[in-house]
């Protein structure tokens, strides 16, 4: 149990998640309040859909402070639709929570009716819903809201409550909204744990680019391919993920936190800063190991038949992070053109990893398959691949999993 009333367990599955919460009209539509904070405080992504009379109860502009995005109020809005249209925003949640879902909305739903935004997202989603039913005990009791309640769960709905006691409508009985804590443990309940729940990772990406002057730099053939794989796979696995990338042409992967950066002075002060707060620092990037001392601030001309660059070392990233005290568990690949698993082991020791992936630089760069050994310890190692980086990211992230449940006190 955290501050908040959640257990570990609902933290952990509601990190990355993105949740639409419909509200009907019903007094208890101001627990909605704490009930966004909740979900948004555990990593949730909150997208808040308000029926016209929910809007008598709690004002749109609460709940966009607390969500952090827009509410969306009619079906028939010119400027939502050019944002994110009803169809896309049906599309878009892992669970569509409706709360307090009052004894009309229900009649509604189960008659398939589409009048206003909140049921016609419900008819075109295909998302998992959970409803919590608020509403007077005797409405409650009714057989018409019974017989709606069955109907829906029939179809698959999870009905979270009503819990039973006194009401604001001064009758005693069964129909109050659960509290907060207790709707987001039940949204919680439906997502199966990933590998890397609740686990912050941050990756590097890329190679970084030195300038020499205005319009030439220092670079190396990354394609970033591998950090990126990685990402998408550990948001797969239930991870935050925070990418730090160099100048790569990819699209940043869905749900990934991208920072762009382009020199490693730059990505040394990206990942000092988000190191803080991760599990797992994943260095991939090829950051440039020199940098020019003096840029030129002016195109430099061709006037002589030499031009010598004078060239000063990059800081370690990852040996810089991995000497730190409070630390997260550090994670290095190794390119190597020679005595790949020779040099990757001297590598892991003399930047203090956890473990480290050793790969044939030539056959790595810009191509769509991998093949590394995995090290760690003293004798620890696997090979992972040939492969599609994607699968073999997957299974680099089944050893970083290991890795950190070996580190933690009761393992
Ligand atoms: N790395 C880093 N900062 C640097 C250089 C490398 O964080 N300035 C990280 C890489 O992201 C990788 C690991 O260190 O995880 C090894 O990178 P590699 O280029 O193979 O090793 P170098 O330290 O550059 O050693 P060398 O070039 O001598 O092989």
Same mark, same amino acid.
């Given at each position: 149990?955290?501050?908040?009333?959640?257990?570990?367990?609902?933290?952990?599955?509601?990190?990355?998640?993105?949740?639409l919460l419909g509200m009907t009209g019903g007094i208890a539509a101001y627990k909605c309040a704490e009930l966004t904070r909740l979900l948004t405080r555990a990593g949730a992504d909150v997208r808040v859909v308000m029926t016209t009379a929910a809007t008598e109860f709690i004002t749109p502009l609460t709940m966009q402070a607390l969500s952090?995005?827009?509410?969306?109020?009619?079906?028939?809005? &010119?400027? !939502?639709? %050019?944002?994110?249209?009803?169809?896309? =925003?049906?599309?878009?949640?892992?669970?569509?929570?409706?709360?307090?879902?009052?004894a009309d909305f229900l009649a509604r739903m189960v008659g398939g009716q589409a009048g206003d935004l909140l049921t016609t997202l419900l008819l075109a989603s295909?998302?998992?819903? &959970?409803? !919590?039913? %608020?509403?007077?005990?005797?409405?409650? =009791?009714?057989?018409?809201?019974?017989?709606n309640l069955l109907k829906l769960r029939d179809r698959g709905c999870h009905i979270a409550g009503p819990a039973s006691g006194s009401q604001a409508c001064g009758d005693t009985g069964p129909g109050r909204m659960l509290e907060p804590a207790d709707i !987001?443990? %039940?949204c919680a309940g439906l997502f199966v744990p990933g590998l890397l729940n609740g686990l912050h990772l941050t990756i590097t990406a890329g190679p970084t680019r030195e300038a020499i002057d205005p319009v030439r730099f220092i670079s190396n053939h990354s394609s970033g391919k591998m950090g990126y794989a990685l990402a998408t796979e550990a948001v797969q696995a239930g991870a935050r993920v925070t990418l730090i990338s160099g100048p790569v042409n990819l699209p940043v992967p869905d749900r990934v936190h991208c920072i762009a950066v382009t020199t490693a002075q730059e990505m040394l002060d990206a990942s000092l800063l988000s190191a803080d707060n991760s599990d797992v620092f994943i260095g991939v990037a090829?950051?440039?190991?020199?940098?020019?001392?003096?840029?030129?601030d002016h195109k430099i001309k061709k006037t002589a038949d030499t031009l010598q660059l004078n060239l000063v070392r990059n800081p370690d990233i990852i040996g810089t992070l991995a000497a730190l005290e409070k630390r997260p568990l550090m994670v290095g690949f190794a390119a190597e053109t020679q005595h790949i698993e020779q040099f990757g082991r001297e590598k892991l020791q003399r930047k203090n990893?956890?473990?480290?992936?050793?790969?044939?630089?030539?056959?790595?760069?810009?191509?769509?398959d991998i093949c590394a050994t995995a090290l760690w310890g003293e004798h620890g190692s696997q090979t992972l691949g040939p492969a599609n980086k994607n699968l073999v990211a997957r299974q680099m992230l089944t050893l970083i999993a290991e890795r950190v449940s070996a580190g933690q006190p009761d393992a």
């Open positions: 149990m955290n501050d908040d009333g959640l257990t570990a367990a609902s933290l952990a599955t509601l990190a990355n998640k993105r949740i952090g995005h827009r509410v969306h109020l009619d079906l028939l809005d &010119v400027d !939502a639709e %050019a944002g994110m249209g009803h169809i896309e =925003l049906a599309r878009w949640p892992d669970l569509i929570v409706v709360a307090p879902a009052s295909r998302a998992p819903v &959970v409803l !919590a039913p %608020a509403m007077n005990q005797a409405m409650w =009791l009714n057989p018409a809201t019974q017989d !987001a443990d %039940a090829a950051v440039a190991d020199y940098r020019v001392s003096d840029t030129s990893l956890d473990l480290l992936f050793a790969n044939d630089a030539t056959a790595t760069f810009n191509s769509d």
